[in-house]
């Protein structure tokens, strides 16, 4: 054997692994045949879960989640919706709801100058997800939600965003798909799954949807999709800082 081929074998001893222990059927999905199934076959699982992961116990802590106004038009909607909504977030136990209104942000529309420390910035560096409410302006979403958006960048980053939107005919999707673009910008992820009225001002009647059932099963669905974004999202922060 040349020099060349006796270097390649001895890479290839170097990498060999032992053979495993366990044997996963169920892809880490909790279901496992030991070669040696004793007593201690449940805590070999946990010790190789946890260094497969690195997670020792899984962070269930409830997610701090701020929900974005996205409208500050004199007459607005947005608070019947946001008011809906927020009975949805407080309805659960997995989250902790704060809402940051784009009326009352006080942000300058320019950049011109340094910005003056505003009240909502820790509130959203804080976060650990987002729930974006909009109306569709024009097909797309309010210069107010935008200039807020722009005026931060870290207190986006590697968190969920939950969107939801409200309407003429179109129900604020325009809105909500441009929306995606601008926080895939920010590293920030929005979630798959989302909540929009059509023609909103008809379809409630004393602040509640007329038929709650398919928006308030719409909500739940959106919502368990950015709980498991927003534990993933925020063990990863701790274990690993998002350096972009
Ligand atoms: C400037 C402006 C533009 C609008 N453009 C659209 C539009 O493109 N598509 C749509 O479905 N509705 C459109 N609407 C209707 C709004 O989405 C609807 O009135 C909504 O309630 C506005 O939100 P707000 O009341 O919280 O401001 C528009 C409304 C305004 C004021």
Redesign the pocket.
């Known amino acids: 054997m040349g020099e060349k081929r006796k270097g390649a074998a001895r890479a290839c001893e170097r990498v060999t692994l032992p053979a495993p222990r366990t044997l996963d059927l169920n892809f880490g999905r909790g279901i496992r045949l030991s070669s040696m199934q004793t007593d201690t076959a449940q805590t070999d699982t946990a010790q190789t879960d946890t260094a497969r992961t690195g997670i020792a116990h899984p962070d269930t802590a409830p997610l701090r989640v701020v929900l974005v106004i ?4 004199h ?5 019947v ?1 946001a008011d809906w909504l927020l009975d949805r977030l407080r309805d659960r136990d997995d989250l902790v709801a704060e809402v940051v209104d784009v009326a009352e942000a006080d942000l300058p529309m320019s950049f011109a100058s340094p910005p003056a420390p505003s009240a909502v910035t820790p509130k959203l560096a804080s976060a650990d997800a987002f729930v974006v409410l909009t ?6 979403f ?1 210069a107010g939600l935008k200039n807020l958006v722009d005026w931060h960048f870290t207190e986006w980053q590697a968190k969920p965003v939950a969107l939801v939107s ?7 999707l ?1 809105a909500v798909e441009h929306l995606r673009q601008v926080f895939a910008e920010l590293h920030a992820v929005t979630v798959r799954d989302t909540v929009s009225f059509h023609n ?2 008809s379809s409630f009647e004393d602040g509640r949807p007329k038929d709650p059932s398919g928006p308030d099963a719409a909500a739940k669905t959106m919502l368990d999709q950015l709980v498991w974004w927003g534990r993933v999202l925020r063990q990863g922060r701790t274990a690993m800082p998002y350096t972009r």
């Open positions: 996205g409208s500050n038009r007459g607005r909607f947005g608070p919706v109306p569709e302006y024009n097909h797309s309010p409200y309407g003429g005919v179109s129900g604020g325009r909103a001002g």
